[in-house]
């Protein structure tokens, strides 16, 4: 039967027809009889495809045997790859060896090797298609359900995207490698980092925030003006980059409205690409990355946003593996096409631990920022981890919202770096309420008392001033001006800038320009306010202290007090950067030894 013509394997289509599935013949037999000759070839070759992309068993057979001899350390040759057929009683599948003869005598040269396995892997892929495209219609003909076919094609999408990630040669292997003369040649320190200046080309970050800071409502602008080759946070405009955005996280009216306070519109989205609640697979298993991967190839983006990033994961927040999957399965195959990537993400109970759940959520990313509200619409913007350190590592920020009636103003929001001519000590927004602790900041601001002073000195000034506000409030004021004090520029008392800076971001609207206050029911676009108003704050009597009558008030001592009784804070409660003695309660000012406090 040797000598009998086997009729190729055929498969029946959907009206019952036979074709012969995807197949290249001409290389898989180029590519059979070259590696009969060349170690070299077999190599390259092994790269791009396995022994189950090749259609022909017969091929099958001869590759396996050639690799056989390869990998032991023996001479490879046509006549020895017939004879260690024939020990094993195998010729009769390779025309009795006749087949190893003709494919080892009209044979191609090795360096042309990987171009054809290249062909024979594309034709696998097409098989590999056509096989599931098959194995649908045939559950669909005995009437298989919905989930049972999107678990069919899951199963493929995954088995696929595993393939591609761990075995298909030079276009993902070789390309690795590093170019040593390119990559000395490069100067990693003079890169353009995309504007703002949070990040570089190709970079991943996380952006950690309270659930009310307005991290989305900050993101959103900076991808619009990323997007539209706009300027932001002060640095200069560029070309529009493609940007991916994935939100899990906002209604459409709530965008829509954010969008519109911009100064957005239908005609000036520019490159940004904005998915709403987009049905994805979670993202830390492989056919989410593959759907991420999918929608990346279609918008052509160079920067993805997932807001937010606890909303696109499957597995549980505090597990490890959770990050380590979304990473294996989204985020390195967006870092290796030098993708960049915007995770947005939640304090979790210990602020001081950044964002919650697993620790191992932040060890993959290039830089992590944090976003915490400082009151007044003054925001600050800390870096806390970085892997290249190159830009700035904080930045002061000023949200500035305008109203018109009952909705926000077109074009009235924005986020801009604080500059004397957008500090809260002007008096606009919950600045000019009195009663609010935005309304203290500014008044002592205007008064000239810095950013450092205690509780005793913002109390004896707020009653020099006729000021009311109680010892929460106060408290309150004084941790965020010492907060702020941190923050380089940000001591706006104008005794220490008596000139105020004249120029202000592009585009803004004058302080002075009407229609600016915010409304105390909401406190910026999309975001409702809590509870509206301030209620009535108790007046501050005078300080008794320092009475003329030989009673001095003692000085500021450099052992740092407590922000509630103002007595010197000692032992582990100083070692530890506490800021109240231990009996001291920061939320109400009350202090038991300190009767005045009571007030």
């Known amino acids: 039967m040797d000598n009998v013509r ?18 290249d013949i001409e290389a898989e037999e180029y590519v059979v009889g070259i590696v009969m000759h060349s170690k070299q070839a077999y190599d390259e070759c092994a790269l791009l495809i396995k022994r189950e992309d090749l259609y022909k068993p017969a091929h099958q057979l001869l590759w396996d045997t050639a690799a056989g001899l390869h990998a032991t350390g023996q001479p490879c040759h046509p006549a020895l790859v017939r004879a260690e057929l024939e020990k094993q009683g195998q010729l009769h599948r390779v025309e009795g060896g006749a087949l190893v003869y003709r494919l080892g005598t009209d044979t191609i040269t090795p360096s042309m090797a990987a171009a054809f396995a290249e062909r024979i892997a594309e034709a696998a892929r097409q098989r590999r ?49 590093l170019d040593w003369g390119t990559f000395f040649a490069t100067d990693f320190g003079a890169i353009q980092l995309l504007p703002g200046k949070l990040m570089g080309p190709g970079q991943q970050i996380t952006l950690v925030g309270d659930g009310k800071a307005g991290k989305s409502l900050f993101t959103q602008e900076w991808m619009w003006r990323m997007a539209t080759g706009q300027a932001f946070l002060g640095d200069a405009p560029q070309e529009p980059v493609r940007i991916l955005y ?9 965008v829509q409205e954010r969008f519109l306070s911009f100064g957005a519109g239908p005609r000036n989205m520019g490159q940004l690409r904005y998915a709403s609640f987009p049905p994805v697979r979670p993202l830390d298993t492989a056919g989410g990355g593959a759907d991420l991967l999918a929608l990346v190839k279609a918008t052509g983006a160079e920067l993805v946003v997932i807001d937010t990033v606890s909303r696109f994961i499957g597995g549980p927040e505090n597990d490890a593996d959770t990050w380590l999957s979304l990473y294996r399965h989204t985020l390195l195959p967006l870092k290796r096409d030098r993708i960049a990537s915007v995770r947005l993400d ?38 806390t981890h970085t892997r290249t350190g190159i830009g700035p590592d ?136 809590e509870t509206p108003g301030t209620p009535p704050v108790p007046h501050v009597p005078p300080s008794k202290r320092g009475n003329g009558e030989g009673t001095p008030a003692p000085e500021d001592s450099q052992t740092p007090l407590c922000t509630v009784c103002d007595k010197p804070l000692h032992g582990y409660r100083l070692d530890r950067g506490y800021t109240t003695c231990l009996s001291c309660d920061p939320e109400t000012g009350s202090h038991p030894n300190q009767p005045h406090d009571a007030a």
């Open 6 to 23: 086997h009729i190729p394997h055929q498969t029946a289509d959907q009206d019952g027809l036979n074709r012969t599935p995807p197949h």
């Open 346 to 383: 939640h304090f979790g109970k210990d602020r001081e631990r950044g964002g919650r759940g697993s620790s191992a959520k932040t060890q993959d990313v290039d830089h992590v920022w944090e976003l915490t509200a400082q009151g007044g619409g003054t925001l600050a913007l800390k870096r």
């Open 129 to 177: 298609y056509d096989a599931h495209s098959t194995a649908l219609k045939t559950a669909i003909d005995r009437k298989a359900d919905g989930d049972e076919l999107a678990a069919i094609v899951a199963e493929f999408q995954q088995t696929e995207t595993l393939r591609e990630n761990t075995g298909r040669g030079p276009a993902h292997l070789v390309a690795s490698l």
């Open 246 to 254: 994935l939100d899990a996280e906002n209604g459409q009216e709530q």
């Open 394 to 529: 904080q930045f002061t920020l000023l949200r500035q919202a305008q109203r018109d009636g009952d909705n926000w103003a077109v074009g009235g929001t924005r986020h801009v770096p604080m500059t004397w001519e957008t500090e809260p000590g002007n008096m606009t927004g919950l600045a000019a309420i009195p009663g609010t602790v935005e309304h203290i900041i500014a008044t002592l601001d205007r008064a000239g008392v810095p950013n450092d002073a205690g509780n005793r000195v913002v109390r004896e000034k707020l009653a020099e001033l006729q000021i009311a506000g109680g010892n929460s409030k106060i408290a309150d004021a004084v941790r965020r001006r010492k907060a702020r004090s941190e923050m380089p520029g940000i001591d706006v008392s104008p005794e220490r800038f008596p000139t105020p800076f004249q120029q202000t971001f592009p585009g803004n609207v004058s302080r002075n320009a009407p229609g600016t206050e915010e409304t105390p029911g909401q406190t910026f676009p999309g975001n409702v306010g």
